[in-house]
T-cell receptor, first 107, second 123 residues
Framework: DIQLTQSPSFLSASVGDRVTITCRAS??????LAWYQQKPGKAPKLLIY???TLQSGVPSRFSGSGSGTELTLTISSLQPEDFATYYC?????????FGPGTKVDIK | EVQLVESGGGLVQPGGSLRLSCAAS????????MDWVRQAPGEGLEWVGR??????????EHAASVKGRSTISRDDSNNSLYLQLNSLKTEDTAVYYC???????WGCGLDVWGQGTTVTVSS
């Protein structure tokens, strides 16, 4: 199975900060990676798929990059509604594993 | 409005069975692969399984944690997705989400999610 790690696991940031979350895969996954945002008690929301394709309706401050074993999610200017947990998921090979999550909290 | 609504969760004793349902609306259900994802209390997301389309013979994939105990099926005429879970264990306690798979040539994502249904396995 492909293992995903995320760093950091927790970050404290302020409104307006640029935030980068890294997802590392145990083997190459090309661009078969998606990023999700989840708020407490809610279903996950797709932000980015195919590593860098912005899901319709998602603000342009979210962007994804990378391929292979290291991929990143960047929030260019953190907004109050962005405080949440972020997960990456590989959809390269079964089982489609998720990363452990990165919780973004208010500084 | 594109929507997925799960149902069928509840309290089940260890060793029991449960059938979860997911009602789809607002899109052509038969054209999409569909996934199940679960989340144990206070934990991260775990992919459970996938069912493909009729043109793909409705083939399925399952996570190792549920393989042999789970059946994923769909009824395209009723825009419904199902997850049958047998021999339930306490570690199956989770919120179960159904989701729609969206793909482009260079990757996929789960673009529509239901609100989730809670399964609690306890004696």
């Amino acid at each position: 199975d492909i293992q995903l790690t995320q760093s950091p696991s927790f970050l404290s940031a302020s409104v307006g900060d640029r935030v980068t979350i890294t997802c590392r895969a145990s083997q190459g996954i090309s661009t078969y990676l998606a990023w999700y945002q989840q708020k407490p008690g809610k279903a996950p929301k797709l932000l980015i798929y195919a590593a860098s394709t912005l899901q319709s309706g998602v603000p342009s401050r979210f962007s994804g990059s990378g391929s292979g074993t290291e991929l990143t999610l960047t929030i260019s200017s953190l907004q109050p509604e962005d405080f949440a947990t972020y997960y990456c998921q590989q959809l390269k090979s079964y089982p489609f594993t998720f990363g452990p999550g990165t919780k973004v909290d208010i500084k | 409005e594109v929507q997925l609504v799960e149902s069928g969760g509840g309290l089940v004793q260890p060793g029991g069975s449960l059938r979860l349902s997911c009602a789809a609306s607002g899109f052509t259900f038969s054209e999409y692969y569909m996934d199940w994802v679960r989340q144990a209390p206070g934990e991260g997301l775990e992919w459970v399984g996938r069912i493909r389309r009729k043109v793909d013979s409705y083939t399925t994939e399952h996570a190792a944690s549920v393989k042999g105990r789970s059946t994923i099926s769909r009824d395209d005429s009723n825009n419904s997705l199902y997850l049958q879970l047998n021999s339930l264990k306490t570690e199956d306690t989770a919120v179960y989400y159904c989701s729609r798979v969206r793909c482009v040539t260079w990757g996929c994502g789960l673009d529509v999610w239901g609100q989730g249904t809670t399964v609690t396995v306890s004696s």
